[in-house]
């Protein structure tokens, strides 16, 4: 990379297109706003000393070398060992993967149509679900295609209410598999449709009363639950555990100081509100382990995140930004499957 007369914003720059990414990727890995990438670049203002380290180590360089104190030495990566392939540097592109919780209907709605359209096509053209008559049961396309719609409904239905969901899928699945299995000389026990309707009364009654629980507050924890909260929350030494899922709510965190957590969420719409803190301890560390769902972590603008996520099939944004001058830093370590989250400077 050329570097004669460059400016630190130039480096910048190089070295992020270098690496394949955007300004809203590099602002996320660092954890400031893409604005605040484009100021660095434009060289209209200069990242703080505290976040040099970490955009050095994501853009793969050293501090020194960033700030142009040492030439940037070229980086290689060997794909592989055949010689006739040529050399390939470590400008190759990533590829960042999001995931948007809200559409998980629409996916959901898309796999059940594959799989119905799967099975016309078998239909069609191979041995694979045949019509078949005996004394018990007559099977044609539609014998197939119901179990489906069953569980593409409960597909549907599982992020907003699990147990709802999970019982539809068991029994379209169990169904369509014990119909499939038939003209084989297979039989499996049928469902009569008594069971498929205690089974679904069941599982909407478990999740009217699962409704009804009441979160259980640590010290210093204020707890607000919308609909189907299970939530154990406890603070203790200004450190906070929380156990959320299957529901929505907001923990307020009430102490001023805080040396770190943990949050595991699982199905559900969470808000942790750390606005109330004055002190972040330091090397302060928020885990964050979350599948299926959406979380926000409200922060105060006098602290500056800095991430290390894991995101499979998942996103990871922010809103506002932290004050120029924010001299506290939370790192928060997040691994995220099949979900949101989000950090919101207020």
């Given at each position: 990379m050329?570097?004669?007369?460059?400016?630190?914003?130039?480096r910048i720059?190089?070295?992020?297109?270098?690496?394949?990414m955007?300004?809203?990727?590099?602002?996320?890995k660092?954890?400031?706003s893409?604005?605040?990438?484009?100021?660095?670049?434009n060289d209209?203002?200069?990242?703080?000393?505290?976040?040099l380290p970490?955009?050095?180590?994501?853009?793969?360089?050293?501090?020194?070398e960033?700030?142009?104190?040492?030439?940037?030495?070229?980086?290689v990566?060997?794909?592989?060992k055949d010689?006739?392939a040529?050399?390939?540097?470590?400008g190759s592109?990533?590829?960042?993967?999001?995931?948007?919780?809200?559409?998980?209907p629409?996916?959901?709605?898309?796999?059940?149509l594959?799989?119905?359209?799967?099975?016309f096509?078998?239909?069609?053209?191979?041995?694979?679900?045949?019509d078949?008559?005996?004394?018990?049961?007559?099977?044609?396309?539609?014998?197939?295609?119901w179990?489906?719609?069953?569980?593409?409904?409960g597909?549907?239905s599982?992020?907003s209410?699990v147990?709802?969901?999970?019982a539809?899928?068991?029994?379209?699945?169990?169904?369509f598999?014990r119909?499939?299995?038939?003209?084989?000389?297979?039989s499996l026990?049928?469902?009569?449709w008594?069971?498929?309707?205690l089974?679904?009364?069941?599982a909407?009654?478990?999740?009217?009363?699962?409704?009804?629980?009441?979160?259980?507050?640590?010290?210093?924890?204020t707890?607000?639950?919308?609909?189907s909260?299970v939530?154990?929350?406890?603070?203790?030494?200004?450190f906070?555990?929380?156990?959320?899922?299957f529901?929505s709510?907001?923990?307020?965190?009430?102490?001023?100081?805080?040396?770190?957590?943990?949050?595991?969420?699982?199905?559900?719409?969470?808000v942790?509100?750390?606005?109330?803190?004055?002190?972040?301890?330091?090397?302060?560390v928020?885990?964050?382990?979350?599948?299926?769902?959406?979380?926000?972590?409200?922060?105060?603008k006098s602290v500056?995140?800095?991430k290390?996520?894991?995101?499979?099939?998942?996103?990871?944004s922010?809103?506002?930004?932290?004050d120029p001058?924010?001299?506290?830093?939370?790192?928060?370590?997040?691994?995220?499957?099949?979900g949101?989250?989000?950090?919101?400077?207020?």
């Amino acid at each position: 990379m050329e570097q004669t007369n460059q400016t630190l914003g130039k480096r910048i720059a190089a070295l992020r297109k270098e690496k394949g990414m955007t300004q809203e990727q590099l602002a996320e890995k660092v954890g400031v706003s893409a604005q605040a990438v484009s100021k660095w670049e434009n060289d209209a203002s200069c990242p703080d000393i505290t976040l040099l380290p970490l955009l050095g180590d994501i853009l793969g360089v050293s501090v020194d070398e960033l700030l142009g104190v040492k030439p940037i030495e070229p980086h290689v990566i060997i794909i592989d060992k055949d010689e006739s392939a040529p050399a390939r540097s470590s400008g190759s592109k990533k590829f960042h993967w999001e995931w948007d919780a809200g559409k998980w209907p629409t996916i959901a709605v898309c796999i059940g149509l594959i799989l119905v359209c799967l099975v016309f096509l078998l239909r069609s053209f191979t041995p694979l679900f045949p019509d078949y008559e005996s004394k018990e049961i007559t099977l044609g396309a539609w014998s197939y295609i119901w179990p489906l719609l069953v569980f593409t409904f409960g597909l549907i239905s599982v992020r907003s209410g699990v147990l709802f969901g999970s019982a539809l899928m068991a029994v379209g699945g169990y169904e369509f598999v014990r119909r499939m299995l038939i003209p084989r000389g297979t039989s499996l026990p049928g469902v009569p449709w008594y069971v498929i309707v205690l089974v679904i009364a069941i599982a909407l009654l478990v999740r009217t009363i699962v409704r009804e629980i009441r979160p259980h507050g640590g010290r210093n924890a204020t707890v607000r639950f919308d609909r189907s909260p299970v939530m154990n929350v406890l603070q203790e030494n200004d450190f906070l555990e929380a156990e959320l899922g299957f529901g929505s709510g907001t923990i307020v965190y009430d102490s001023e100081r805080f040396t770190g957590g943990t949050v595991e969420m699982n199905f559900g719409e969470y808000v942790i509100d750390l606005t109330n803190v004055k002190t972040f301890t330091q090397n302060c560390v928020l885990k964050v382990d979350q599948s299926f769902g959406r979380l926000t972590v409200i922060v105060p603008k006098s602290v500056r995140i800095v991430k290390s996520a894991d995101m499979k099939f998942a996103s990871n944004s922010a809103s506002g930004e932290p004050d120029p001058n924010a001299a506290q830093t939370l790192i928060m370590e997040s691994d995220v499957n099949f979900g949101a989250l989000q950090i919101e400077y207020r």
